[in-house]
């Protein structure tokens, strides 16, 4: 009796370990993937004076999540940044702290902020793809 209940319980705790390594292989090792791709983008610099005044709305996505911005020019400088869309969690909310750096350095291409890296390098892209819909051609 005692043997089957071993063998019993050795089959729950295979299943069990089985199932781990499936949603680790499915879900979380391309998460991870992709996590790591974001957190290694190159944040490419804008020629500022190539930027025309006005606002401009930039937008990067990852995962099931878009984060978007409006960046105000004015005089080849950036003037402000407004996030439009971002997760309502405490680290992407500290990521906002990114669009400070970029209006002082003015640059999509700062640190990023401890903590909030993934979030602060798609606000960066963001800001970077706004500021190139407004160089004049």
Known sequence: MLKKALIAIAIIIAVFITALVVFYFTLMRPAFKEIN?????????????????GAYQGDFAYGKFTCEVEVFVKDHKIEGITAIQNRDTKYAKMSEGVLVKIVEKQSPNVDAITGATTTSKAFMKAVENALNKGIRK
């Open 37 to 53: 791709a974001i957190q290694d983008m190159e944040i490419g610099e804008v020629d500022l004076s190539l930027v025309a005044d």
